[in-house]
């Protein structure tokens, strides 16, 4: 139980450390490798609490596809977050009071759900009831009670796909792209052209 | 019941979804359109029409899916409808140089949504089902991507329908909190019982309610409608003003009457506020339209206010009028679009009132089509329109309820003051000088548009005769999720 202890402080810290220099680093790029680092310490939480799945999701979807994601547009785009931060001692006093209300409110409500949540009347959770790990359980319903969500949930994001092409996909006639079999059917006699220049004139292209 | 009974139970969306993707495929790797490529679409949706028809009625996936009467006479109207669209939307596209093939795969894709809501028995199903449906519409509407006002109102459909769908899901988590349950026929049960979470359970009732009038694009809800209408392409709209509301008026009727039938005097007066104040915002502000495209969508609010009368009016009577009147408005509607897509001048679109005049020595035969077409907006006997009014206004003045006979009264009234609208329609293409000549309509949108005002009169008298006890079927099947 000790470790458990140990490795939750440490988890719990590295999370709100990170999140404290997400908000306050200079460089935008180092603010999301703090954001990722804040991610998989979240993630170790999840891991104490036995929801392994929950861990993995928020490794592979926020980790994975969310905070590089968020790089790319840090890069790409051209902000200047020294402008942005300008106003940061002038709204601070606001920014606070709207912090602190909000952090008083999450206190509250986790009061009241301890106190008078499910959890305070029927114990804890279980997060591997009848001894199946989380992911499994998940794995069982999926494919079978849950299969029409799911291939319905396949089809919308198929949807947003095609939507996403059909908005935004052009064929230019003049691009030049690799056709490897037009390459491979290359003989020297298509691939040279004998061309009679006469004096003075030189080719048109 | 096994496992493989299920797919048995979902078959008209198994042969959708398996049509969709090799016609995906197909049209990547082909990359045009063809008269082959639109008859398999046009092919697909008939035979999922009919497998809903021929297919076995019952509950799948431990009831988040029915397959009921009412399923399946809302997924014959759906797909019938889209097919009519996939032929006249890629003709339309074809004639100007901008032909997809994904605009088949859409509608096809939309289809299947639309049917996953008419046969919801689950609140996830029918938020899947509306997401599903709506993506596609999105991109639908704007399809022509060079077109400012395609591009508009694509995006205003999409931010407002994110808005919508935003209501939905909170209106839903609402009712799954105090209730503990998404199936319909669980909520009715807890629904049923009364007690401390009536309040809760009528806010989350109501945010639901709101949620759905923006799909359907019922007053006060109605603000994008005429700006979507107005960019959407002409075959597209024809495609939205038909399909999708029925779509629509199906989850009314599957949310109210699966899941809270016993609380009938809760949502009535809700529906009736909304109803009323589409047939009265649909009646004056079409008044002061010019084009015709923002006029019918103004039309369609209006009528969406009267089959929502029908759902107020509740039992199997509303229902069933609801069913009937949006049946034949479908019909209707779709035909009016496909006129107006078939009538160019000098290759541009004719759109405004001002556009049709003369148009009966230009174009007889569409001009009475489009005479017949407003005449039955605006209820005339005996054209398709006058009936689907008729069972709408027996349905609210038969429940019995004072308020709902008021509401039947104030419609009339609504329809009456409508009525300008569509007589000036008609007097510019009767009575105005023309102001020069129409090209050539395109055969498949005239032969539609000829079809459709055959049916809006004199072969709805006949069809009446099947519409009217599958219909009564159909609203007898709710109630039983």
């Known amino acids: 139980m000790a470790l458990q202890a140990i490795a939750f ?32 310490s979240a993630a170790g939480l999840f891991v104490l609490l036995g929801a392994e799945f929950l861990a993995m999701l928020l490794i592979v979807v926020y980790v994975g596809a969310v905070a590089v994601l968020f790089l790319f547009v840090v890069m790409m785009l051209d902000v200047d977050f020294a402008e942005l931060r300008q106003g940061f001692a002038q709204y601070l006093p606001f920014g606070g009071a709207v912090a602190l209300f909000i952090a008083v409110e999450m206190v509250m409500v986790v009061a009241a759900v301890a106190t008078n949540g499910a959890a305070a009347k029927n114990g804890l959770p279980n997060a591997s009831p009848g001894g199946v790990p989380n992911t499994e359980a998940i794995g069982r319903v999926l494919y079978t009670d849950y299969v029409f969500f799911f291939q319905l949930a396949g089809l919308v994001l198929l949807v947003a796909m095609i939507g996403a092409i059909v908005l935004t996909l ?20 298509t691939g040279m052209e004998l061309v009679q220049i006469k004096p003075g004139e030189g080719i048109s292209e | 019941m096994t496992f493989s009974a299920n797919f048995s139970l979902v078959l008209p969306e198994i042969v959708l979804a398996i049509a969709a993707l090799v016609l995906l495929v197909a049209g990547a790797f082909r990359g045009k359109v063809g008269a082959i490529f639109t008859l398999a679409a046009v092919a697909s949706l008939v035979a999922a029409a009919a497998t809903a028809v021929l297919g076995p009625h019952g509950h799948a996936f431990n009831g988040v899916y029915a397959a009921d009467a009412a399923a399946t006479y809302a997924k014959v109207a759906i797909y019938l409808s889209s097919a009519i669209a996939v032929v006249l939307g890629d003709r339309w596209l074809a004639q100007r140089g901008d032909q997809k093939f994904e605009y088949a795969v859409l509608v096809i894709l939309a289809a299947l949504g639309m049917g996953v809501t008419a046969s919801a028995g689950d609140l996830i199903s029918l938020y899947v089902g509306v997401e599903l449906q709506s993506l596609a519409l999105y991109v639908l509407a704007a399809m022509r991507r060079d077109d400012a006002k395609s591009s508009e109102a694509g995006l205003k459909y999409f931010v407002l329908g994110a808005l919508s769908s935003g209501l939905l899901l909170y209106g839903s988590s609402l009712i799954y909190g105090f209730t503990g349950s998404t199936h319909f026929s669980q909520i009715a049960l807890a629904a049923a019982h009364g007690g401390s979470h009536g309040v809760g359970l009528l806010f989350g009732l109501v945010f639901l309610i709101c949620g759905l009038a923006f799909k359907v694009s019922a007053a006060p809800f109605h603000m994008w409608t005429p700006d979507v209408y107005e960019g959407a392409p002409t075959p597209v709209v024809g495609f939205f003003a038909a399909a999708p509301k029925l779509a629509a008026m ?57 089959a929502l009368l029908g759902v107020a009016a509740g039992g199997e009577v509303g229902l069933q009028s609801m069913l009937v009147f949006m049946t034949l408005y479908m019909v209707d509607v779709t ?16 759109e405004t009132i001002e556009d049709m005049a003369g148009l009966i020595k230009e ?5 009475v089509a489009m005479t017949a077409f407003s005449l039955s907006a605006l209820g005339l006997p005996p054209f398709s329109g006058f009936w689907s009014k008729f069972y709408v206004f027996k349905a609210a003045i038969g429940t019995g309820d004072v308020m709902m006979q008021w509401a039947a009264v104030l419609g009339l009234v609504g329809s009456v003051v409508a009525a300008f609208y569509y007589l000036r329609l008609i007097k510019a293409i009767w009575f105005d000088a023309s102001t020069g000549s129409v090209d050539a309509p395109s055969p498949s949108a005239r032969a539609v548009g000829f079809a459709a005002a055959i049916f809006s009169f004199p072969i709805v008298l006949v069809a009446l005769i099947w519409i009217d006890p599958a219909a009564k079927a159909a609203a007898a099947a709710f109630g039983h999720a």
């Open chain 2, 335 to 350: 035909g009016f679009f496909a006129c107006l897509q078939a009538l160019n001048r000098d290759g541009k679109p004719m």
């Open chain 2, 363 to 367: 174009r007889p035969g569409i001009a």
């Open chain 1, 170 to 189: 052009r064929h230019k006639p003049g691009v030049k792209r690799q056709d490897i079999g037009k390459q491979i059917a290359r003989t020297p006699k």
């Open chain 1, 9 to 40: 402080y440490l988890l719990a810290f590295t999370t709100i450390a990170a999140g404290l220099l997400v908000v306050s680093a200079r460089n935008p790029v180092h603010s999301v490798l703090f954001l990722i680092t804040a991610f998989f």
């Open chain 2, 250 to 306: 199906m989850m009314f009727a599957r949310v109210l009457g699966d899941a809270f039938p016993g609380s009938v005097d809760k949502w009535r007066q809700i529906l009736v506020i909304a109803a009323l104040l589409s047939v009265f915002v649909g009646a004056f502000a079409g008044l002061a339209q010019t084009n015709l495209k923002r006029l019918w969508a103004y039309s369609s609010i209006a009528n969406v206010g009267y």
